[in-house]
């Protein structure tokens, strides 16, 4: 581990108080996805045959810090990575190299209490309302089963801090003894939130939280994100495609594109004037109220096959300015004015 | 809409009505619009608002318990609600075109795409197969499609997401229909290409003068795409107007509130304007405005059924209690 933090320059500078290590950090994280050879294949590998395990760099040597209070949003297309990645930071996912730092230490070293509560900070809160609950569970079972698990609430306080939970979701606590089928998708999002606040995280990975909702309906549950973070002193990793929400609630945006971080810029800094010609397409493209009978220029090509991406930039076959030595040697992602870092050859120009 | 001319669609007070078992369900009771040539109109609305059985009536393609109960679906003058099936599956694929959410819908996955593609051709014409397959494969090219020959000859799982939504708007397009309706095309789609898609979109309607009726959830996408917007709600058209009018000045609370409830760069971390409760059930939906449970605006005079109002610059808008134009400040 050493050697990885030797690198450590090139980490995402938290703008968090001097002294205080990040809420969660993460460190050269990456995961793999191999599809291993069956049993045909082994064989033919061993007769000489050219078959290969399959391997998917998902995410690939991020590294990303999170200051307590923060907003932090996660952009990004189909297969770029932001949901595994979003997922390593809940605990769901184990990484496949790298470290997750809760408060400054390890989430792998510590146990017992300290592993408890380190994987208790950290929530999740899914996509899709209606696959992400049991539809055999009540509310109550559902909002308040881990919090009973993990001894947060006594037998005799349960009920009180469960209505608890249940208001401050926007929830009528009357309604905690029906199943999820009942609710409406708004509602249903609402349950999720507050199974995840159950348990008084103080960090909540938020995929794709609003995604599956309608305009009227996610500007409700934006709303309820950020009251609970005033509230709560909430810290957010909110990963989501649609630029408009992102830039709306998030102090700072990272983006992704086929499992590496391009770019990652506080809000203002990086819709005014982004630095990666990917970030620069995407923004371009985002559909907005104001761009009437726009002519759109889109970017050419498809996004590449995590399966097989480019050498060099992944970006560069989509690339407007793609030089030579991008096709040879993946940019880094460096600093390129503070609090902002980018990923491309054109700023060593 | 080009005045003298007869649009190319126009729905007078279309009204489909499902029957089942727990009680009538108005999807659409009550949309008039029109469409005319080379034109986008964007039918705007939430889930539930009737939008996708609008585009369903039109196509006749809505199932039993369902039924088109009133209005008239009137296609270059020819009246499609008391059409027989035969004439319908005439005009279906060849004048009138429908791209669907998922391009799945529209392809069968064990057919190779030329397969697929010459069939929808010989169909309705009478060519040769290898004039079918030289047809299919300039539509590839029109969509954006690189080396046809070889995608013709692949099966429509090895494409990508928005690769299929484009074999699938060259479907549609094959027979060079005067209308298409697309039921939310790009919403599984990337924003990269999404915008792809809806580049080619406009482009067909400007090259070839097809009308085009583009169903979405997501104002932003018609903002940029569409010439005039249909808002609808709870089965009804509550608004409509050209983009402008309609983005810049909303007349209903209802459209009032979506277009304050999305998210836009210069009220970053403010409050967004949230429109209360949720989208009523349609089943044994109470007489009066639907809106009005939600409406700032409400009256007692919203108890009864608003009737629409025309004004004089065009617009449609069908409230007792618009919201005037000075409100938008």
Redo the contacts between chains.
Sequence with gaps: MSVLESQSSTRVVPGSAAGEPPLIEVRHLSKRFVKALDLAEKIAARLGADVHEEVVHAVDDVSLAVSKGEVVGLVGESGCGKSTLGRMVAGILAPSSGEILYRGSDRATLDGAAARRAALAVQMIFQDPFASLNPRMRVADIVGEAARVHGLVDAAGFDAYLDEVLRQCGLDPSFKRRYPHQFSGGQRQRIGIARALAVKPEFIVCDESVAALDVSIQAQILNLFMDLRESLGLTYLFISHDLGVVEHLSDRVVIMYLGRVVESAPTEALFDEANHPYTQALLREVPRLESRHSSFEPIKGEIPSPLDPPPGCHFHPRCPHAMARCREEAPALREIAPGRMSACHLNDG | MNAGKQPTLEVEDLRTHFFTKAGVVKAVDGVSFAVGQGEVLGLVG??GSGKSVTGFSILGLVDPPGRVVGGRILFKGEDLVPLGEDRMRALRGSRIAMIFQDPMMTLNPVLRVDTQMIEAILAHRKVSKAAAYDRARETLMRVGIASPDERLRSYPHQF????RQRVAIAIALLNEPDLIIADEPTTAL???????I??EA?KLCRETGTALIWIT?????V??LA?RICVMYAGRDVEQGT??QV?DHPLHPYTH?????????N???A?????PG??PSLLNLAPGCAFRSRCPRATDRCEAEPTVTMRGDGRRVRCFNPVDADVSA
Excluded: K, N, W
Excluded at chain 2, 217 to 221: E, I, S
């Design positions: 939430e889930s990508s997401g928005g690769m990337d924003v990269t290409i999404q915008a792809q809806l580049y406009q959830h997501d104002l932003t996408v903002a940029g010439d983009v402008d983005l509130g979506l277009i304050g409830s999305v998210p836009s760069r009220r970053r971390g409050r967004l304007q949230q429109i949720m989208t």
